[in-house]
Structures are given as C-alpha cells and as structure tokens.
C-alpha cells in the first residue's frame, strides 16, 4: 500500500490559481479571485515562505511565476500606514486578504486627468478584489489598520515584467 501525502496549502492554492487563469480571458480576473479566496482561510498557506514587512514600503514576495510568463503570484506584506500609490493596472488582476486589513480606495479621473476618491471598501481577511487591465479602474490599497498585514495578489504578466507592465500610476 503507498501513502500519497496530501499537498501542502500553497501548493493547492497554486493549482487552483493555474486552472482558473487557464480559463475564459474575459471571466479570468473573477476565476482567479475565486481560486485565491478558497484558501485564504488556510491558516498555513504561507507556511515556510518568509513574507516580512519592510518598514517603508509595502513589499512584493513572488510565491510563483508561472513558467509560461502569463502571470505571477506574489504576496504582499503591509505595515500599518503602508499604501500603494493610486493607480490602475495593464493587465487583469485578482487579490485577496489573507491576514489583516485593507482599504480599497476607488478613484475617477477629472477634467484635468487627476485622481478624485469616489469611495472605499474595507477588505477584511478572506475578502477578494479583481479587475480587467483598464485605465479607467483606478484604486489604492492601504493598510489603515494597527497590525501588519499580508494580501495575496495575481497579475496577468511575467514577474520580471512587473515594474513596466502592472500598474499605471496616477498618483504616490
């Protein structure tokens, strides 16, 4: 008789995420939204993976790279009063909350072409997001919270190509 180990909380998270983004382009950001939050319950999904917080930034750690280049699966750790710059995306994206809390801020563009909030949402631990590559979808995370916090975020493109094709900033 043989013993087939169960696989670990990220392995099947992974799993999930590479047949969610294997399916339909337009449903792809929800699918994978869907595949992130099945886990985020796991209390040790990130379990021997170091994610620690930079004291001041919000920091990437890249947990997969699909080996085809069409997306990448990093986990971003926050610091009380971390946030990212307000922007919109090149490509389609899925998140979810995986401890802690975030805020989402929405954004429209005026005349001029700035940034003007048009409202927010708190995303607790278990919560997802996800959205099309669209200028138009402007937003911010930010941890407004008093404790650390980790999100676990998919793009749709390579992770060495992260710092020219994920986000189109509007604003730090």
């Known amino acids: 008789m043989s013993f087939i180990a169960p696989r670990d909380a990220?392995?099947?998270m992974l799993a999930d995420i590479a047949t969610a983004a294997a399916g339909d382009p337009v449903e792809?950001?929800?699918?994978?939204a869907a595949a992130?939050?099945?886990h985020l319950a796991s209390p040790d999904l990130l379990a021997g993976k170091a994610c620690p917080c930079n004291p001041d930034r919000y920091v990437r750690h890249l947990l997969h790279a699909d080996p085809a280049g069409g997306y990448a699966v990093v986990a971003l750790a926050w610091r009380p009063g971390?946030?990212?710059p307000v922007h919109a995306h090149r490509t389609w994206c899925a998140l979810g909350v995986?401890?802690?809390m975030l805020t989402e801020g929405f954004y429209k563009a005026d005349a001029a072409g700035q940034p003007v909030q048009t409202g927010s949402v708190l995303r607790m631990s278990g919560t997802t997001s996800h959205g099309p590559a669209d200028p138009d979808l402007i937003h911010r995370l930010a941890n407004i919270g008093g404790c650390d916090a980790i999100?676990?975020?998919v793009y749709g493109v390579a992770f060495d190509r992260f710092g020219e094709d994920v986000n189109l900033v509007y604003a730090h």
């Not at 792809?28 to 994978?32: E, F, K």
């Open 151 to 153: 999100s676990i975020h």
């Open 98 to 100: 995986y401890r802690g």
């Open 36 to 38: 992130i939050a099945a």
């Open 82 to 84: 971390q946030m990212s």
């Open 10 to 12: 990220l392995a099947a």
């Open 28 to 32: 792809r950001p929800a699918l994978v």
